[in-house]
């Protein structure tokens, strides 16, 4: 609004010596409103999540601790833990609340080769847990070696969103190797907690990014305010090369207030008398 009041002002009021905007100060302008625009665009996928929420997969062959952790994580024993491999044959699902944002955790049946038919439809339903997940937890047990079933699931995980959770940490094996993985590792205990804080720490940087303030200075949930705002700064964009190809401010107002209606549909519209107001708040006008 700024901008195009001292465009019009310019324009409109050059007998009251009002000077015209060099293109140097319209660019700093436009610059001084793309960047919180372009940090705004950015955070819509964090938004999403905070709105809509994430889907975490707790994967693994059976008896890594996946249940456990799982009851850890949810902070209740939801989830039956016993010593027998197999026990969890159906998906166990708890929304909780990580700063603030709900993520729904998936308990899956262990992954390995069915001994009956039950287990084979928990199986298979742990496969589409893993497929539809935002985020899979993929855990192995460090008081064991490292299995072939271990090994087949990072692989089928490929390159999606994952963690890698070194669960048992308390009874840790010498004999336990870290497969080589591009995912970050976690160690941790269900039975004493540790590395639990760590493990929350690094789901929440999977939802925020390296940036784990953006959400400090707010963001977009909607996928329509997304598209507006993208075609605010389409806008700018255009306003940038008017300036640069000299074209008359005439010109320039015109995706200057393009920009601006794009906003308004977020924010209410602005109307001709705002521009005004502004107009005679900063220039001597007419006396």
């Given at each position: 609004m700024e901008l195009i009041a001292l465009l019009e002002a310019g324009i409109d009021f050059a007998e009251d010596d009002v000077s015209v905007l060099p293109a140097e100060r319209i660019l700093q302008h436009i610059s001084a409103v793309r960047t919180p625009l372009e940090?705004?665009?950015?955070?819509?996928?964090?938004?999403?999540?905070?709105?809509?929420?994430?889907?975490?997969?707790?994967v693994g062959r059976p008896n890594v601790g996946k249940?456990?952790?799982?009851?850890?994580?949810?902070?209740?024993?939801?989830?039956?833990?016993?010593?027998?491999?197999?026990?969890?044959?159906?998906?166990?699902?708890?929304?909780?609340?990580?700063?603030?944002?709900?993520?729904?955790?998936?308990?899956?049946?262990?992954?390995?080769?069915?001994?009956?038919?039950?287990?084979?439809?928990?199986?298979?339903k742990s496969m589409a847990a893993l497929a539809d997940a935002d985020l899979v937890l993929v855990v192995l047990d460090s008081s064991q070696p490292v299995e072939q079933e271990d090994y087949r699931l990072l692989e089928l995980l490929g390159k999606r969103p994952g963690i890698l959770v070194e669960s048992k940490a308390d009874i840790t094996s010498s004999q336990f190797l870290v497969p080589s993985s591009q995912l970050r590792r976690v160690r941790a205990s269900a039975l004493t907690s540790a590395g639990i804080p760590e493990l929350r720490a690094e789901i929440l940087r999977h939802v925020g990014g390296e940036d784990s303030g953006q959400n400090e200075t707010g963001f977009l949930t909607d996928a329509r305010h997304q598209g507006l705002v993208r075609g605010s700064l389409a806008a700018l964009e255009a306003a940038v090369s008017a300036v640069g190809s000299r074209v008359p401010h005439e010109m320039v107002l015109l995706d200057l207030y393009s920009a601006l209606r794009s906003l308004d549909e977020i924010t209410g519209a602005t109307s001709s008398d705002d521009i005004l107001n502004l107009i005679f708040s900063k220039f001597c006008i007419g006396k």
């Open positions: 940090e705004l665009s950015g955070s819509f996928a964090y938004g999403k999540l905070v709105h809509e929420g994430l889907t975490l997969a707790i249940s456990s952790l799982f009851n850890r994580l949810v902070e209740s024993d939801r989830a039956i833990v016993t010593a027998t491999p197999g026990t969890t044959r159906d998906l166990v699902t708890e929304t909780v609340a990580l700063d603030g944002i709900p993520v729904k955790l998936v308990d899956t049946a262990g992954i390995r080769g069915a001994l009956d038919e039950a287990e084979s439809i928990g199986i298979g």
